[in-house]
């Protein structure tokens, strides 16, 4: 197994409910440290820099307003397999097709407002990561 890290947002919708240390304890519960944290509000600009990615879809702009509808909170997972194991308890995005007793089966409201996002890659864990943490912020 790796070590290995990756990106988590627990979304406007979820801090709106007041779910963060709900989430962060089935985060916990399977495995994975919370290696850093905070708590922040997305200017449009920020929202439109990290999710250029999907810039040419047409649902970029109501992701975009949505993700500076409220405060999320940032962080850095850490363990074994990070970026499967994450995603693997977030559940699929549509919470219609996620497994019982995930984030997104549990929590979600809709497609949009499904409560977290994780990287889908190492690679996209490391940029991610890098954009919302300096290496001091980050505490193993």
């Not at 979304?11 to 709900?22: E, H, I, V, W, Y």
């Not at 905070?38 to 999907?54: E, G, P």
């Not at 995603?87 to 549990?106: F, K, L, Q, S, V």
């Amino acid at each position: 197994m790796t070590i290995q890290r990756t990106f988590s947002i627990l979304k406007p919708d979820a801090t709106r409910r007041n779910l963060t240390g709900t989430i962060n304890a089935k985060i916990e519960s399977a495995n994975l440290r919370i290696i850093a944290q905070k708590r922040l509000k997305l200017s449009l600009a920020q929202a439109q820099a990290f999710y250029t990615v999907h810039a040419e879809r047409a649902f970029f702009g109501e992701l975009c307003q949505f993700m500076t509808s409220g405060p999320v909170v940032a962080q850095v997972l850490e363990g074994e397999n990070a970026v499967a194991n994450y995603r693997d308890i977030m559940g699929a995005t549509n919470p219609a097709n996620a497994a019982e007793g995930t984030i997104r089966r549990e929590f979600a409201e809709s497609i949009e407002a499904n409560s977290v996002h994780g990287s889908d890659s190492p690679e996209n864990a490391a940029k991610e990561i890098s954009f919302f943490f300096s290496d001091l912020e980050i505490v193993g």
